[in-house]
């Protein structure tokens, strides 16, 4: 191969240059946009299991419905580091901890190349938020993306960490640069940024940018070293990258860095057996009844059972009131472009699973779930105006529905818009529900209740992005004021994506009535709660939506044991949790989400995730910027995030990293030194088997916080005495010097036990 060769690879003309072509896909969680994918539980569901053996089936499932559906390229795993709670899209990848996303990860992406599907990590080198991360404004006038601010330490130790560990350990031949700029610079545009996988990891694959935006300057990011300039990807011309490789300016670049781009392409499609999208085609490998099993299985090896009081598992034949089980579509998969399309024929409903398994539903309500309201009308007392300003200048639009005049708007440029509404005197509280594309402050009689931005609802594929807040009874009218901007929102109308407002009032009463005369002959009340989060949104806070928690209060007051099950990605505050018997957290569990319900609460199966990410009691202990901050984010915190964060800072979380309850009684009854490891016996109680995992964790050095540096899962038969080795991960305690990561010597004092907050026993470990 020459260098025409490679100047047509260099332009994504793959076959031009006698390499093979690539269809790309996104898929961290599943195959997206493909109908009969399996919606399998989300990535940091994955996590939570702690299960490497999982991983690899898991991996295997992506990478042999990709190859069917004809993509040979994979966005999966993701690797960003959950920094904070708020971030839409922690549901794509694998939690706080760089040991435990790294294994995982690595675990997946071996497993997806192993059926000839080249895994591309994402997204480097540090991506942790979506508020600001493309910018604002249509695609001709977009305004740059956040930077974020962090340390070299922290950037290697922490967020680089888990890229490393998956090329280094496993091989990966991919990996996709983020949108925001890191340090000032864009990582597709940075030389520093596009030679670290290479000098420091022997990365021999190739690089690729995010959709649209990653790239600003494209002749910087080819000088950089950027492989390809666009994602393999059947899209609209409007999806094209903001700044595009031409033809002339590759005809700039040397010989040997055209040579290596070509090199690192080729390396990565001969590294995983590559062949044309078309040769994998196979209708009948998609969705099959094995990977439904293997699905059911991981939602139940990651549901984590937060809080029992013993109520679980439910005795058989219990009579069950069964609220929020409406609406199943936002609370079993994560929004944004890794959502995997429903298959609606495949979906059970809880009702008929519970019942499967032998309880008795003796009544249904539903639970105020988060999703969009039909627009507010005019009339009834109810007034409606709108004021929409563009470059045309300000002016009123009649309206006689709570939906904003977009199409009036000059598309062109930014816009902006104040709907208000007029209200009549309310008996009751209503949940004002605002769902939108673009960024909205929410007020009731001038004073500011909520605020929100979203990229997009939906955005590509999963559930809207619904903004909420509740509306006290009142016996005199108020105002309602919705002020909009177009601000962060796509416009790509050929994708259905483009700034859009719709504004909605629904009754609490009614829902809480109905729940709790749902109660009447029941043994238990099971609620399902939480949020729809995904790609093109950060979460507002970490409540419930608006009226749920009221829900959990008036089925508690009922003096029913009330089993709570939380969805979604993120932390959730419960201020409720001690008024509740039980809290079950399945997070985004796929399409078998009912019958791994139904399975856990009758104690058929156990609950077996672990939190992969710490749960705090109130704020987080990494801050959150001011809403209006959207151009730099300073990492000031280090390495200290999560659990590490909360030991530097004293203050205890609600549920600790790491921490999961099951049904089985095992105990840590032992623990000494093996080697370079730790030998840790358990023993499991007569009454029914179970599963542990056991954790370690040390201090890389002297006044450092507390990290994972070990993990194994362990399933054990009633009465079981077994003893497990668990090697101390060198590369945990590893630092960095200023140049590289310099491996961890001498003798260390490993702490033992079931999660970051259960630590057991001490171990001294000597490392040569």
């Given at each position: 191969m020459g260098r025409d060769e490679d100047a047509r690879i260099a332009l994504n003309d793959l076959a031009g240059g006698g390499a093979v072509p690539m269809h790309v896909g996104d898929g961290p969680c599943g195959v997206t946009a493909h109908p009969g994918a399996t919606v399998v539980?989300?990535?940091?569901?994955?996590?939570?299991?702690?299960?490497?053996?999982?991983?690899?089936?898991?991996?295997?499932?992506?990478?042999?419905?990709?190859?069917?559906?004809?993509?040979?390229?994979?966005?999966?795993?993701?690797?960003?580091?959950?920094?904070?709670?708020?971030?839409?899209?922690?549901?794509?990848?694998?939690?706080?901890?760089?040991?435990?996303?790294?294994?995982?990860?690595?675990h997946v992406a071996r497993a997806v190349q192993s059926c000839g599907v080249v895994s591309v990590l994402k997204h480097y080198p540090a991506y942790h938020f979506e508020?600001?991360?493309?910018?604002?404004?249509?695609?001709?006038?977009?305004?740059?993306?956040?930077?974020?601010?962090?340390?070299?330490?922290?950037?290697?130790?922490?967020?680089?960490?888990?890229?490393?560990?998956?090329?280094?350990?496993?091989?990966?031949?991919?990996?996709?640069c983020c949108y925001n700029r890191v340090n000032g610079e864009y990582p597709s545009q940075s030389r520093e940024l596009q030679r670290v996988p290479r000098r420091l990891w022997g990365f021999t694959g190739f690089t690729v940018p995010d959709l649209v935006f990653a790239v600003r300057d494209a002749r910087a990011a080819l000088a950089a070293g950027l492989d390809l300039p666009r994602l393999a990807i059947e899209a609209p011309e409007e999806l094209d990258p903001y700044a595009p490789r031409t033809a002339a300016m590759v005809d700039e670049v040397p010989d040997e860095a055209l040579a290596d781009i070509g090199a690192h392409v080729r390396a990565a499609a001969e590294a995983v057996g590559l062949e044309p999208p078309e040769?994998?085609?196979?209708?009948?490998?998609?969705?099959?009844?094995?990977?439904?099993?293997?699905?059911?299985?991981?939602?139940?090896?990651?549901?984590?059972?937060?809080?029992?009081?013993?109520?679980?598992?439910?005795?058989?034949?219990?009579?069950?009131?069964?609220?929020?089980?409406?609406?199943?579509?936002?609370?079993?998969?994560?929004?944004?472009?890794?959502?995997?399309?429903i298959t609606d024929a495949r979906l059970a409903s809880v009702r008929d699973a519970l019942e499967a398994q032998e309880l008795t539903v003796v009544a249904e309500a539903e639970g105020l779930a988060s999703v969009p309201a039909p627009p507010l009308r005019a009339g009834d007392g109810v007034a409606l105006s709108c004021v929409l300003t563009d470059a045309a200048g300000a002016r009123e639009v009649a309206i006689d529905e709570a939906v904003l005049p977009a199409d009036a708007a000059d598309a062109a440029a930014p816009w902006e818009a104040t709907l208000t509404a007029s209200l009549p005197p309310t008996g009751g509280a209503q949940v004002i529900a605002v769902e939108f594309a673009g960024e909205v402050e929410l007020l009731v009689d001038g004073e500011a209740v909520a605020r929100g931005f979203r990229d997009?609802?939906?955005?590509?594929?999963?559930?809207?992005?619904?903004?909420?807040?509740?509306?006290?009874?009142?016996?005199?009218?108020?105002?309602?004021?919705?002020?909009?901007?177009?601000?962060?929102?796509?416009?790509?109308?050929?994708?259905g994506l483009v700034p859009h407002l719709s504004l909605g009032l629904?009754?609490?009463?009614?829902?809480?009535?109905?729940?709790?005369?749902?109660?009447?002959?029941?043994?238990?009340?099971?609620v399902i709660v939480g949020r729809p989060t995904g790609g093109g949104m950060d979460a507002e806070d970490l409540g419930l939506p608006?009226?749920?928690?009221?829900?959990?209060?008036?089925?508690?007051?009922?003096?029913?044991?009330?089993?709570?099950?939380?969805?979604?990605?993120?932390?959730?505050?419960?201020?409720?949790?001690?008024?509740?018997?039980?809290?079950?957290?399945?997070?985004?569990?796929?399409?078998?989400?009912?019958?791994?319900?139904?399975?856990?609460?009758?104690?058929?199966?156990?609950?077996?995730?672990?939190?992969?990410?710490?749960?705090?009691?109130?704020?987080?202990?990494?801050?959150?910027?001011?809403?209006?901050?959207?151009?730099?984010?300073?990492?000031?915190?280090?390495?200290?995030?999560?659990?590490?964060?909360?030991?530097?800072?004293?203050?205890?979380?609600?549920?600790?990293?790491?921490?999961?309850?099951?049904?089985?009684?095992?105990?840590?009854v032992g623990a000494e030194s093996a080697g370079d490891g730790v030998e840790v016996v358990l023993e499991c109680g007569e009454g029914r088997g179970g599963k542990a995992v056991a954790q370690l964790y040390a201090r890389p050095a002297d006044e450092e916080t507390l990290k994972l540096v070990g993990f194994a899962?362990?399933?054990?038969?009633?009465?079981?005495?077994?003893?497990?080795?668990?090697?101390?991960?060198?590369?945990?305690?590893?630092?960095?010097?200023?140049?590289?990561?310099?491996?961890?010597?001498?003798?260390?004092?490993?702490?033992?036990?079931?999660?970051?907050?259960?630590?057991?026993?001490?171990?001294a470990v000597t490392l040569a």
């Open positions: 539980p989300s990535s940091l569901n994955l996590a939570a299991t702690f299960d490497v053996a999982l991983a690899d089936g898991y991996g295997t499932l992506l990478g042999t419905e990709s190859r069917a559906a004809g993509r040979n390229v994979l966005l999966a795993p993701g690797l960003d580091i959950a920094r904070s709670p708020w971030a839409g899209r922690l549901g794509e990848a694998l939690g706080e901890d760089p040991l435990l996303a790294g294994t995982i990860g690595g508020r600001g991360r493309t910018g604002e404004g249509p695609k001709p006038l977009r305004t740059p993306a956040r930077d974020v601010a962090i340390d070299a330490r922290t950037l290697h130790e922490l967020y680089v960490e888990p890229f490393r560990r998956v090329v280094q350990d496993y091989g990966a031949q991919g990996m996709l040769a994998g085609l196979d209708a009948v490998a998609i969705g099959t009844a094995a990977h439904l099993e293997l699905a059911e299985r991981i939602a139940v090896e990651s549901a984590i059972l937060l809080a029992n009081d013993g109520v679980l598992p439910l005795a058989p034949g219990s009579r069950v009131a069964l609220v929020g089980a409406e609406d199943l579509a936002h609370r079993i998969v994560l929004g944004g472009a890794a959502s995997v399309v997009a609802s939906p955005l590509l594929g999963g559930p809207h992005y619904v903004l909420d807040a509740v509306l006290p009874a009142a016996e005199r009218g108020r105002t309602l004021e919705v002020r909009y901007r177009t601000g962060p929102a796509f416009v790509s109308p050929g994708v629904v009754p609490v009463d009614p829902a809480l009535d109905a729940a709790v005369a749902a109660t009447a002959g029941a043994d238990v009340a099971v608006a009226g749920q928690a009221a829900l959990i209060e008036a089925l508690a007051a009922t003096g029913l044991p009330v089993v709570a099950v939380t969805h979604g990605s993120g932390p959730i505050d419960m201020p409720w949790r001690d008024r509740v018997a039980a809290v079950l957290h399945l997070g985004f569990a796929g399409e078998r989400m009912p019958q791994a319900l139904a399975a856990l609460l009758t104690g058929e199966a156990e609950p077996g995730g672990r939190l992969p990410l710490t749960w705090p009691d109130g704020p987080p202990v990494v801050p959150r910027e001011e809403f209006g901050e959207k151009d730099r984010f300073v990492y000031a915190e280090g390495v200290d995030i999560g659990y590490r964060g909360h030991q530097r800072t004293g203050i205890a979380p609600a549920f600790w990293f790491g921490h999961g309850l099951g049904y089985a009684d095992i105990a840590l899962v362990a399933r054990l038969a009633a009465g079981e005495r077994r003893a497990v080795r668990i090697p101390v991960d060198r590369d945990a305690l590893a630092a960095w010097d200023g140049e590289a990561m310099t491996a961890a010597a001498g003798t260390y004092a490993v702490h033992v036990g079931f999660s970051r907050g259960d630590l057991r026993a001490e171990v």
